[in-house]
């Protein structure tokens, strides 16, 4: 069995559980109330600032020059891709970027970002894509599936968020990862698998978490 299949059978239910949270749902039918969305807007942004820094640790990290280059590029989609769709609805809702960067990562967001930030200093490459895959391969197979239940309707206010995460360009750079993992899989001992398996799946946990901090619009419990 190739390894993600081991992953994805670890958080089958998670998974679903994220497909049926209101949240996720709202942005297939266009109901997700505005409010709600540009507050994950500006949380997601801050995100992925992180997110793509710890793509720059992964480049160091890698001894390889294709990973070097593979882990470079998934960055820049990241940072002019992802980034440009978020930019895109800021400006719309009136989100001036100077707001965004003043903004505070809420409880779960610095939670989820440190922790990948830690796993990736304290390893090497293999905890590094461990940590990143849930993110794109969820956001992947969530979009995938909501337009296999809704299509991408023109008057949908999210249309451009889910052909952001249907794109070709983000296909390829999840694929590029999944296949990563099961070749580093091949050379892991049984305890190396399951410390790997345990990011992954504590990953999956903040992703779940992360849509219902946005629903509910929670920053800091204290």
């Known amino acids: 069995m190739e390894f993600t299949k081991r992953l994805e059978l670890k958080v089958e239910d998670l998974r ?4 049926e949270h209101p949240f996720v749902d709202g942005l297939g039918s266009g109901k997700l109330p505005k409010e ?33 280059q593979n882990f470079t590029n998934s960055q820049n989609l990241i940072l002019n891709s992802e980034m440009e769709t978020h930019r895109g609805y800021m400006k719309e809702f009136g989100i001036s970027l100077e707001e965004a960067n003043r903004s505070k990562p809420s409880q779960i967001n610095l939670s989820y970002t440190h922790y990948m930030y830690t796993k990736t200093a304290q390893g090497g490459v293999e905890e590094f894509v461990a ?10 197979e969530i979009a995938d599936r909501l337009v296999e239940k809704f299509g991408i309707q023109e008057d949908n206010l999210y249309k451009n968020w889910l052909e952001m995460y249907t794109s070709d360009e983000f296909r390829e750079q999840t694929y590029y990862f999944k296949d990563l993992i099961n070749k580093i899989a091949l050379t892991k001992t049984s305890d190396e698998l399951d410390y790997l398996e345990e990011i992954f799946v504590n990953t999956t946990k903040y992703e779940y978490l992360f849509w219902d ?10």
């Open 131 to 140: 940590a990143i895959l849930p993110c794109m391969w969820g956001y992947l």
């Open 36 to 68: 709600i969305f540009k507050y994950y807007l500006v949380q997601d942004y801050l995100y992925l600032i992180d997110y793509a820094k710890i793509f720059a640790l992964g480049a160091i990290k890698a001894r390889d020059i294709e990973l070097i």
């Open 16 to 19: 679903q559980k994220a497909m």
């Open 213 to 222: 901090m946005a629903y509910k619009q929670e920053s800091w419990q204290v």
